[in-house]
């Protein structure tokens, strides 16, 4: 199947500073990425959908100044978490649908 | 309002023996079904799908899962369960909007041996 890849796998950062993640398409072009949030032992949470070539679309409650998403081109989008405190620790998963209507999910990004 | 429901949120078998996660969907039109595996730490593994014709589909890993339009199901089955089955396991519909999924609760999977 199609391949999709986040970077990096975890990141500890200092509360106030800013963490990108990035999301790959490895084999096929997306014009649409997703972004999600999963807490422990619960399900994912879809935080914005990520268009190439326009504004991201966020789900109700997300701040959009708080996590910027930028969707750089055909295979890469990224997620920026501004002034990061604890209460933003997370782990972030990416996923992207192909052409054949699969959507295919990165392996995650723990926030520490 | 569209939702994915797995009512099971943890269940326990034992090695060797036969499974069955449940999974309900409320949408009016033709849903698009998945089911995903995650172990600890990891992202999500697409097991199989469901868009059109035979409602019975094979994936990987030995899973199979059947649409029931009637009962408006999409339950994931595995005839003999291996220890490696231990996960999360996640329904998921895709809605209106292309790609968009909706996920249910999911249930965890623990195989005794």
């Known amino acids: 199947g199609a391949v999709v890849s986040q970077h990096p796998s975890w990141v500890i950062c200092k509360s106030g500073t800013s963490v990108k993640i990035e999301c790959r398409s490895l084999d096929f072009q997306a014009t649409t990425m997703f972004w999600y949030r999963q807490f422990p032992k619960q399900s994912l949470m879809l935080m914005a959908t990520s268009n190439e070539g326009s504004k991201a679309t966020y789900e109700q409650g997300v701040e959009k100044d708080k996590f910027l998403i930028n969707h750089a081109s055909l295979t890469l989008s990224t997620l920026t978490v501004t002034s990061a405190h604890p209460e933003d620790s997370s782990f972030y998963i990416c996923?992207?649908?192909?052409?054949?209507?699969?959507?295919?999910f990165g392996p995650g990004t723990r926030l520490l | 309002a569209q939702s994915v429901t797995q009512p099971d949120i943890h269940i326990t078998v034992s090695e060797g023996a036969s499974l069955e996660l449940r999974c309900n969907y409320s949408?009016?039109?033709?849903?698009?079904l998945f089911w995903y595996v995650q172990s600890p730490g990891q992202g999500l593994q697409l097991l199989l799908k469901?868009?059109?014709?035979?409602?019975l589909v094979q994936g990987i890993k030995g899973f199979e899962a059947e649409f029931k339009r009637s009962q408006s199901s999409f339950n994931l089955r595995k005839p003999s369960v291996h220890w490696s089955d231990a996960a999360e396991y996640f329904c998921?519909?895709?809605?209106?909007?292309?790609?968009?999924?909706?996920f249910g609760r999911g249930t965890q999977l623990t195989v005794w041996p």
């Open positions: 996923s992207a649908p192909a052409n054949t209507g699969t959507q295919y």
């Open positions: 949408y009016g039109a033709t849903p698009y």
């Open positions: 469901y868009f059109s014709g035979d409602t």
């Open positions: 998921a519909h895709r809605g209106s909007t292309l790609g968009r999924l909706y």
